[in-house]
């Protein structure tokens, strides 16, 4: 009998891993294939451009370069800015949103409808709305607030990144927020209403119950999120300044540029942002899973 159950077991097996067998070789092949050709050019190895001598060449040339260092500040900080302004903002919307009232399936339908939004039309709103000749500064000049719409503060192409920040919040929001809210609904309020019944006010009764319970959720929404941001290039292209560049803007640059011995360089920004996501993302889910069995 046991040696049924493993044979079927095994069969299971290898059935699961037939079918998973097409969409893994595309992973491989494209993913992994262009991962490794990339880290291959960025130790100095492209024949196509006479490159064939391997070393780390372009690695000690970008760290070396101070444009690359605040480049990498500057997308760490967009990336950390904008998935903790949005995680904040969706579990509040989550928590509102969960109550049943008149208009709910109204209200929770433009809740999500940005969804189906291209970041690209949301950076035209953000360049429409916030940029010195915007529609804001206008109407702060019309209401006298400010003199002129020049005197409205730099929230596009700014030293800050606020208008990138501002994009992916608007655009992060009920991505996180609707899982959170399915958590929400998946496991009522029975949970916080017996700890209302033995004393905890709202407040206690948020951080030591609802939290730990939607905290899987908020974590596994919010490493998609940064992995996106951080690594996302036109919204920066449009949004962001010059110098310092986000860093996918200065790896595509570099890229394009007519030298073709900037190349490795390109590939190597490129290694070093998957490296950092990779990175980050492990000790961000390290340091929640210690968060969650606390």
Do not use: C
Request: proline letters at 5%; glycine letters at 6%.
């Amino acid at each position: 009998m046991n040696r049924f159950r493993l044979s079927e077991r095994g069969a299971q097996r290898l059935s699961i891993s037939i079918l998973l067998a097409p969409a893994l070789a595309v992973i491989v092949l494209l993913f992994l294939g262009g991962l490794a050709s990339g880290f291959l050019r960025s130790l100095n190895y492209f024949p196509l451009i006479g490159l064939n001598d391997f070393n780390f060449e372009a690695y000690f040339t970008i760290f070396t370069d101070n444009g690359f260092l605040q480049s990498l500040v500057l997308t760490f900080h967009i990336a950390f800015t904008s998935t903790l302004i949005a995680s904040i903002l969706a579990v509040a919307s989550a928590l509102l949103l969960r109550p049943a009232f008149r208009g709910k399936r109204i209200v929770h339908f433009f809740f999500s409808l940005n969804l189906t939004i291209p970041h690209l039309v949301g950076a035209i709103g953000v360049l429409y709305l916030f940029q010195n000749s915007g529609l804001v500064s206008r109407i702060m000049t019309g209401l006298d607030i400010i003199q002129r719409p020049a005197d409205f503060p730099a929230m596009v192409f700014d030293p800050w990144a606020i208008g990138i920040i501002i994009q992916y919040v608007w655009k992060e929001i009920p991505f996180i927020g609707v899982i959170v809210l399915a958590i929400l609904l998946s496991v009522g309020e029975d949970y916080e209403s017996v700890a209302r019944s033995l004393g905890a006010n709202r407040w206690q009764a948020f951080r030591q119950v609802t939290l730990p319970l939607i905290m899987p959720g908020v974590v596994s929404a919010s490493v998609i999120v940064f992995a996106f941001t951080f690594g996302a290039f036109e919204i920066p292209y449009l949004l962001g300044r010059t110098f310092p560049a986000a860093l996918p803007v200065l790896a595509y640059q570099s890229y394009t540029d007519v030298d073709l011995a900037a190349r490795p360089q390109a590939m190597a920004m490129a290694m070093v942002i998957a490296f950092i996501s990779t990175l980050l993302i492990m000790a961000y889910m390290k340091l929640s899973r210690v968060y969650i069995r606390e």
